[in-house]
């Protein structure tokens, strides 16, 4: 059986919902403390075995790449300084061994387009798919549970989580099917974003994902769905359909970096679990709410 060596990270998207921040900076490198959001996601897929990182990316987004290329000369100037950590974090965002490929969409027409575009670099392997959007927290992430999943039955996974009826409408969500032979509930379809009386569960479809490369089959007919766009949604939905898509229910927390809201959540929760000044943070964060409860009254 072949292993899962390669991710694929859809990075095309323009971020409108940072604007004026996201204008000249892809919004995958907001910080989140000290390291970029993208970086979390990467950091996740190499944790789970993953080799090759390939970045489909956009015409505004040549910063990604050069965050994740060597920079000779930071490296330089750091050691000259005598910041040898520095210089070693910096030298160490990728590790020897793994190797990022970036991959243009010509223009954005949907998640599944960006994910076809990866078709090239993936083959006929196995892979995942990363949105970077969707950070993750917790001693066990998705990437690798889902990785040891499919050495264990290898189909394509969903990773979901139940959502409240009032955010339903947000998310793709599940038609669960029977549970299968390795105890995981199958998934008998995906409804992208319904209304909550349409929705067959509450189960959302959260942003990691483990396919066979049958999955490019099906895109490169797909007809373009909701927004005029090739959704991954409704190629899932196919998939599903024929009984080759598993659910994996995730146990990490996750945060929606692609809100505002979602990105202020992790940067409170990331700082006050930060070895450096969690203990200051916390001071702080008391401080500014008595102050705040002493002005309402």
Do not use: W
Request: charged content about 25%; some cysteine.
């Amino acid at each position: 059986m072949t292993k899962i060596k390669k991710a694929v990270f859809p990075v095309a998207g323009l971020g409108t919902r940072f604007l004026p921040a996201t204008k000249a900076m892809p919004k995958e490198l907001l910080p989140i403390i000290d390291r970029p959001i993208i970086q979390y996601a990467v950091e996740e897929a190499i944790a789970a075995g993953i080799t090759d990182i390939i970045f489909v990316t956009g015409r505004p987004k040549r910063a990604i790449g050069d965050h994740f290329d060597a920079n000779l000369e930071l490296e330089f100037q750091l050691t000259q300084k005598g910041k040898h950590a520095e210089r070693d974090m910096v030298r160490n965002i990728v590790p020897q061994g793994v190797n990022c490929i970036f991959i243009r969409q010509p223009e954005p027409k949907g998640l599944g387009d960006a994910v076809l575009c990866a078709a090239p670099a993936v083959g006929d392997a196995p892979f995942v798919v990363l949105l970077a959007d969707d950070l993750m927290k917790g001693p066990s992430l998705p990437t690798s549970e889902m990785v040891a999943a499919y050495d264990a039955n290898p189909t394509n996974y969903l990773c979901v989580t139940e959502v409240e009826p009032d955010v339903v409408h947000k998310y793709g969500i599940v038609k669960p099917g029977p549970v299968g032979p390795d105890g995981r509930v199958t998934v008998a379809g995906l409804i992208e974003k319904p209304k909550l009386e349409d929705a067959p569960s509450h189960l959302a479809s959260m942003g990691r994902y483990v396919f066979n490369a049958e999955i490019f089959d099906i895109l490169r007919t797909l007809k373009p769905g909701a927004g005029n766009e090739i959704q991954l949604a409704d190629a899932i939905d196919i998939l599903a359909g024929q009984g080759k898509v598993a659910a994996m229910e995730m146990t990490a927390t996750r945060y929606d970096c692609g809100s505002k809201m979602g990105y202020l959540t992790a940067i409170v929760d990331h700082a006050l679990d930060h070895d450096e000044f969690r203990d200051k943070f916390y001071d702080l964060i008391r401080d500014r709410l008595q102050k705040r409860e002493a002005e309402i009254g």
